[in-house]
Structure formats: structure tokens, C-alpha cells
Nanobody, 127 residues
Framework: QVQLVESGGGLVQPGGSLRLSCAAS????????IGWFRQAPGKEREGVSC??????????YYAGSVKGRFTISRDNNKNTVYLQMNSLKPEDTAVYYC??????????????????WGQGTQVTVSS
């Protein structure tokens, strides 16, 4: 069955970096887009980034709040998508989730666009 497993979360000081991983199995990973979302306490889940399949050019999308600080990438040999997060801010604190759909497209930041989700990994940015 489809499985997405996030890892790499933790506690980091403001200005620090973390790299999240989303390991996928149970489907043709190279043909699917992967999105990253986050949800802070008391807030709605928001789209952070998406990367399209390699066949679709590996196009990347970012929320304005993370553009220039976060980088999404994929390794089809490892069935894994990464989210490199630099210059972290306290407002980046949230549970981060990855999810999959055939493409990113104009609805990439809409959680209803995705079919399968991981269980999430906690990221805390605090001094």
C-alpha cells in the first residue's frame, strides 16, 4: 500500500537549518508529485512546497513565506523527497507533512488536492 514517512524534524535555534525527508513506497514514485504542508497549533494546514514528477520537469513551487529559504528536491533512486530548510524562524514551528498526487498544478497548496499523507514530523524553532 501507499506509504509516506517523514523524518528529520527536531528542535533548532532561529537562523538554523534542518533537512526533512519524505520516504515513499507502494506506488510509482517517479511519476508522482510530492507536496509538503505544515500545521502550527491552532492554525490550518498550509502548503509549503511541491515538486512535480521528473517526467513533468521536476517543477518546484513554494509558498511566499518560505521562498528563498526552503528548497525542495527529489531522489528517484531513493524514492525520497527532501525539504532543506534554512534561516529558520520561530514562525516555522509546526508539524510538517508530505503528501502525494499525480501533479502539483495550480492547486498544489490545497490539501484536498492530495491523495495520501504521511504521519508528520515536528519542527520546533526556538532559542
Amino acid at each position: 500500500q501507499v506509504q509516506l514517512v517523514e523524518s528529520g524534524g527536531g528542535l533548532v535555534q532561529p537562523g538554523g537549518s534542518l533537512r526533512l525527508s519524505c520516504a515513499a513506497s507502494g506506488f510509482s514514485f517517479y511519476s508522482y508529485a510530492i507536496g509538503w504542508f505544515r500545521q502550527a497549533p491552532g492554525k490550518e494546514r498550509e502548503g509549503v512546497s511541491c515538486i512535480s514528477s521528473t517526467g513533468s520537469g521536476g517543477t518546484t513551487y513554494y509558498a511566499g513565506s518560505v521562498k528563498g529559504r526552503f528548497t525542495i528536491s527529489r531522489d528517484n533512486n531513493k524514492n525520497t523527497v527532501y525539504l532543506q530548510m534554512n534561516s529558520l524562524k520561530p514562525e516555522d514551528t509546526a508539524v510538517y507533512y508530505c503528501a502525494t498526487h499525480r501533479w502539483c498544478g495550480s492547486r498544489w497548496s490545497d490539501e484536498g488536492h492530495y491523495d495520501y499523507w504521511g504521519q508528520g514530523t515536528q519542527v520546533t524553532v526556538s532559542s
